[in-house]
């Protein structure tokens, strides 16, 4: 796992505070549910209500920004029987292109020009636009191995320049043994099984389902995208604040 970088925003929302996470210590147990959980129709409840908001741009933000602070949260309060290989320097799942919700990419925008010093935000802009020029016209798999020559744009020496703002598979994703990550990233092969905790994933997985759910339900673009794409096509508009306020509108801003 990359080390922070330390915020600079201001005001934040108080975190919704941590919850228990059910089947923690059977990391055998299925990561799916059928049925709606607690996390799913409490964001679902939140982000609903910041969509109906006289001003929902602000209050969209301050809901994902809200969502990510409740999930570190919950994580860091429900220790695993098991201790994680993640620590400070490990970067090898940050080589892949994760897949995010239309939301989660608004908040990294957000924080890069909030938070970033210029030169850092410039230079991050110019390695999504690159990153986005070697993934194109390829297939989720073609770009799921890419990994293996690319990273991250936002995973540099020092760490990830966009910690605070991450998304949620980057905060939930998790393992025993690292060892296995290393393979997955440089050996042979790259389908290697990765011990973890399935319901730290699901937590976090339950969260995104309700948040999305909640857009679908406003007539709002939703589904996931692949981080680096979307983060382009917004920068590529040249004001991806319009494009939010589009978006918001009902615009499928990502998808045309």
Known sequence: MATRKRSRRTGHRKSSGAQPLRGLPGHAAKRRSAAPSAPFEQWRAILSRALCAREPE??????????????????????????????????????????????????????MDACMEPADRDAAVSRILALCEDIRGKGHREIYEMRRVTACAFLREEGCQNY????IICRSWHC???TYCQMALTGDD??????????????GEQMQRGMLCA???????SGLVISTKALGKMLRTGDW????????????????
Not at 69 to 92: M, Q, S, Y
Not at 164 to 167: D, E, L, T
Not at 215 to 221: A, F, H, W
């Open 58 to 111: 602000q209050e969209v933000l301050a809901a994902v920004q809200s969502a990510m602070e409740h999930l570190d949260a919950t994580l860091a309060a429900n220790i695993p029987p098991k201790p994680l290989d993640c620590e400070r320097g490990c970067h090898f799942c940050c080589h892949t292109h994760v897949s995010v919700t239309p939301l989660e990419t608004f908040a990294m925008l957000d924080y």
């Open 190 to 203: 790259s389908d290697a099984v990765i011990e973890n905790f399935p319901a730290r994933l699901d937590y």
């Open 164 to 167: 605070p703002a991450r998304p």
């Open 215 to 221: 857009l679908e339900e406003q007539g709002i673009e």
């Open 176 to 178: 025993v043994n690292r």
């Open 241 to 256: 604040r319009r494009a939010f306020r589009a978006w918001l509108s009902g615009d499928h801003v990502f998808s045309r």
